[in-house]
């Protein structure tokens, strides 16, 4: 079974320097029918303007991915780390028992186009932990990259629930197909451009959620990059 959520269902909001998207409910978006997808609780994709950004401010309890498509984002928390995010690179961070951080686009002329991904964790109370790692292009061209999992197994970050993240960039025309245990799930987000899901279409900024399917055919319609979630 597909669920899809187009792009133009999802909640909205311009606050002037942050243009955000919200897959399911955030903030003052709430709508009872998306309130999250298995363990994925929150799928953003945001545009934040040269020099703005989000103040410092904590989480407690829950895994956060970043995923920047154009444009940088530095990073700062109260463990100490510093860094900046920029394409081809993912970010994971663990707010466990409790953390603060902000996340800032240093850039004076140009804006940060991002996805910011919020997991339910396996377990309550786990120390707070970050990491960055860039991922090499050429190794998600035509196929699938792990980008995350629970083992962090092929130098996968680790990320502390049973799910797995996938990257992909398809040519036009090109086509995967990636199985699923009858126990799973899975989230796919379309980055950009278009693809066909089980004869399905997604454009940019759409997402479906499976269930009850052994395989997805993926095909792109045209030059797409995807995000795939293997869920619980």
Avoid: C
């Amino acid at each position: 079974m597909l669920q899809i959520r187009k792009s133009n269902d999802r909640g909205h909001a311009n606050h002037g320097w942050l243009n955000t998207y919200h897959t399911f409910s955030f903030a003052s978006y709430r709508d009872p029918r998306h309130m999250g997808f298995r363990s994925l609780r929150v799928m953003n994709e945001d545009w934040v303007d040269p020099g703005q950004g989000f103040g410092t401010h904590p989480h407690q309890d829950m895994e956060i991915v970043t995923y920047v498509l154009e444009g940088a984002l530095e990073h700062k928390d109260s463990m100490g780390n510093g860094e900046v995010l920029r394409p081809g690179e993912f970010q994971r961070m663990t707010a466990g028992t409790g953390i603060t951080h902000s996340e800032f686009n240093p850039s004076p002329t140009e804006p940060v186009h991002l996805y910011q991904i919020w997991l339910f964790p396996s377990e309550k109370g786990l120390e707070p932990s970050y990491e960055q790692r860039r991922f090499p292009e050429s190794d998600r061209h035509n196929e699938l990259q792990l980008v995350a999992s629970p083992s962090g197994e092929h130098g996968s970050l680790l990320i502390h629930q049973d799910a797995r993240i996938y990257l992909g960039n398809l040519d036009k025309g090109s086509q995967i197909h990636q199985q699923f245990a009858s126990n799973r799930h899975a989230w796919l987000q379309v980055l950009r451009g278009s693809v066909t899901v089980n004869g399905q279409r997604l454009e940019t900024s759409d997402g479906v959620a499976v269930s009850d399917e052994a395989e997805l055919a993926i095909q792109a319609a045209e030059n797409a990059e995807i995000m795939l979630f293997d869920l619980p």
